[in-house]
């Protein structure tokens, strides 16, 4: 049982060290590219807008799949963030209420 | 949020005692820059809010040493005039991200039992996790995993899933560009979309901890790993994540990120198209295309839209 739990099969260890270089190749890919070209005015505005239009492109598909639950706790996090700045305040409401209205609605 | 006011400004020579201890592998000398070019002022104390936030994002000067001035766009960056890479930040980094961290945990279990099913042993579950540590493409490789491993598909899935990395790590080079290879690619080694999320947070409210990504990462880690083994060992025993929110945690993160990154009129546009562009993509592309897509659709207008 224990040698089972210890097994590592050659194959599976290949895979699985290949998807471990995959993932590092994206990981570092972007910001290796962007420090070896010199990159012009107009390209960094475009960078400049990244950190906004990534995370709204995270959490527009996520909030569209949830319901009623998400969508209320998702002001409650916006909310406390906007009053209190903490983010930890903002995660534990946020949770907190998700579970609250998932069991409510 | 904790953070150490008297840290934030000027630390250029404060900070030099403690890289020495410097919990990197492939730390060299003391890295202080300081920025001479900008003018921005760094805050002190609580962030600056949704409300009164300085500006646009810091320019990302991709030309190291060239001392090029933030163009007219630009010129309210809130630039960070140092960014280090120490102790202190690892530290920071660590325990700021402590509690997403536990619920990326919930997910590590899920992720253990979901491998335990798919045959995988103890061992290899954790190896994956230890060495990948990109949560979602593990999961969905395992869902794909059978007998013979469907290789090509599982590499190509995970290459597609996590190739919005690219874009989040070039989105810190306005700060990393002040550190050495080594510690830049060492830190985005455990870069995951939450401590991603917390590092930028970090960076733009002008703490200059450069190490904050490899501190948050870490804790990210531990309990991914720490995590898989519990649910890989466990089984079928442990529940539902979402049973406890957590599967909320990752929006709440993003959502109060959003909170923060709001810049006003000028993020009206690339947000508008970024919303969009993923929604769209969404429904028509599988896996995690739409993420690329949104963030890539907002930069190409913004491109367009420059001079204009």
């Known amino acids: 049982m224990i040698s089972d739990a210890l097994s590592l099969d050659p194959l599976v260890v290949g895979v699985i060290l290949g998807m471990a270089a995959v993932t590092v190749l994206t990981k570092v890919g972007g910001i290796w590219i962007v420090r070896r070209f010199e990159l012009s005015d107009r390209l960094e505005a475009g960078l400049n807008v990244l950190p906004g239009a990534i995370v709204i492109a995270v959490l527009g598909p996520e909030l569209v799949n949830g319901g009623p639950a998400e969508w209320g706790a998702a002001v409650v996090v916006l909310v406390v963030m906007w009053r209190t700045e903490s983010i930890l305040l903002a995660l534990c409401a946020g949770v907190l209420s998700v579970v609250g209205f998932r069991a409510l609605l | ?308």
């Open chain 2, 1 to 308: 949020m904790e953070r150490n006011p008297e840290n934030d400004v000027y630390p250029t020579q404060e900070r030099s005692d403690r890289e020495t201890e410097d919990a990197t592998a492939g730390a060299d000398e003391s890295e202080t820059v300081t920025r001479t070019e900008s003018t921005a002022v760094s805050s002190v104390g609580p962030d600056s809010g949704p409300g009164p936030d300085p500006g646009p994002d810091p320019a990302p000067n991709s030309t190291p040493g060239s001392g090029s001035v933030a163009s007219a766009e630009t010129d309210l960056d809130p630039d960070p005039e140092t960014v280090t890479f120490g102790w202190e930040g690892v530290r920071t980094g660590f325990l700021t991200c402590l509690p997403v961290a536990l619920g990326v945990g919930g997910y590590g279990i899920a992720f253990g039992v979901l491998a335990n099913q798919a045959g995988l042993s103890v061992a290899e579950a954790v190896l994956m996790s230890a060495t990948v540590v990109a949560g979602a493409s593990q999961i969905v490789a395992i869902e794909l995993w059978g007998d013979p491993i469907p290789i090509a598909a599982v590499l190509v899935t995970t290459f597609a899933i996590n190739l919005r990395y690219s874009l989040m790590g070039a989105a810190l080079q306005p700060w990393f560009k002040h550190l050495s290879a080594s510690k830049v690619y060492g830190s985005l080694f455990v870069m995951a979309d939450e401590n991603w999320a917390l590092t930028m947070r970090n960076l733009r409210s002008g703490d200059g901890y450069g190490a904050f990504l490899l501190g948050s990462g870490f804790a990210v880690w531990l309990f991914w790993v720490g995590a898989t083994v519990v649910g890989a060992v466990a089984g079928g025993v442990v529940g539902d994540p979402t049973e406890y929110g957590f599967d909320f945690i990752l929006a709440a993160v993003f959502l109060a990120l959003a909170a923060e990154l709001w810049e006003g009129k000028s993020s009206l546009v690339p947000w508008t198209v970024a919303l969009a562009a993923a929604i769209v993509a969404a429904e028509l592309v599988p896996g995690r295309w739409y993420i690329l897509l949104g963030g890539l659709a907002a930069a190409a207008v913004e491109v367009i839209r420059y001079d204009q």
